[in-house]
């Protein structure tokens, strides 16, 4: 099974970028739909951002036009881009994969990375 780690995460100050990257051990071709979930201390893990092998792409009102999420099928990465951030984007960051492999569905998580915004 495909292993996914995120990382890239870290302090920053409100106002400042960080991109997030999460790496696959292998191909990442079979995950129909790519993700990032974010989980905030004492909240339930949301939705981020998604996107599809054919490159569509959906974001939570709360990230848009802050937030650009890619992923590079060649390289079996995928990125975010997180700009313009704010103390109310601290959380645990998950990246995540959904699609059909060889032996059907399947649903991958990565380890999850910290993103905390202070001053």
């Known amino acids: 099974q495909v292993q996914l780690v995120d990382s890239g995460g870290g302090l920053v100050q409100p106002g400042g970028s960080l991109r997030l990257s999460c790496a696959a051990s292998?191909?990442?071709?079979?995950?129909?739909?790519m993700g990032w979930f974010r989980q905030a201390p004492g909240k339930q893990r949301e939705l981020v951002a998604s996107?599809?092998?054919?490159?569509?792409?959906k974001y939570a009102d709360s990230v848009k036009d802050r937030f650009t999420i890619s992923r590079d099928n060649a390289k079996n990465t995928m990125f975010l881009q997180m700009n313009s951030l704010k103390v109310e984007d601290t959380a645990v960051y998950y990246c995540?994969?959904?699609?059909?492999?060889?032996?059907?569905?399947?649903?991958?998580w990565g380890q999850g990375t910290q993103v905390t915004i202070s001053s």
């Open positions: 995540n994969g959904k699609g059909i492999g060889s032996r059907g569905y399947i649903n991958s």
């Open positions: 292998g191909s990442i071709s079979s995950y129909s739909v």
């Open positions: 996107i599809t092998n054919g490159g569509s792409t």
